[in-house]
């Protein structure tokens, strides 16, 4: 009897090893990825999306100034052009109940350097200085939609 019984547990051992091996490689590949996706920002102009979460960082594509409300571009002045792409990320992580509290990495990208000073006013609106997130601003030479800036980010949750 004893010699049964132990042969029990052994064979319940590598039952519930091989349930726990199963369960951990064989997740559902969906639930590794999550589509964020928002009509109150400007929809996908190409084969992306707004944002995906994996894990727990959500990588947002590069915004540009489209209005979601009018789908035109908002390029009347640097300023108001950047607080466009503000608020189109805004409401990005407003879809995955993120905030500008919770983003750790940006990246701005513009057409002209000289536009810098402006565009950090603005984006810096949305920061408090002790809650900035990392970032780096680089200057190129042509961007989509001949736009003045674009911006994206990488947010934890």
């Given amino acids: ?25 064989n997740k559902n590949k969906t639930d590794m990825k999550r589509i964020i996706n928002t009509s109150n920002a400007p929809k996908p102009i190409g084969p992306y999306n707004q944002a995906v979460i994996s894990g ?7 915004q540009v100034a489209f209005d979601p ?3 035109e ?33 940006t990246t701005i990208f513009l057409s002209d350097m000289d536009d810098f000073q402006q565009v950090n006013e603005v984006y810096g609106s949305y920061f408090s200085n002790d809650q900035a997130p990392a970032r780096e601003t ?13 911006i994206s980010m990488i947010a934890y949750k």
Avoid: H, W
């Avoid at 727990?56 to 590069?62: N, T």
């Avoid at 300023?79 to 990495?105: G, Y």
């Fill in 1 to 25: 009897m004893k010699k049964a019984l132990n042969f029990f547990y052994v064979c319940l051992a590598f039952f519930l090893i091989a349930l726990a091996y199963n369960t951990f490689n």
């Fill in 56 to 62: 727990d960082l959500m990588f947002i594509s590069g």
């Fill in 69 to 71: 409300n009018t789908d």
């Fill in 73 to 105: 571009l908002v390029l009347d002045d640097i300023q108001t052009e950047t607080k466009q792409v503000m608020e189109n990320l805004k409401s990005i992580l407003e879809e995955a109940n993120l905030s500008f509290k919770n983003v750790v990495k």
């Fill in 138 to 150: 680089v200057e190129v030479s042509r961007l989509p939609k001949d736009v003045n800036v674009e």
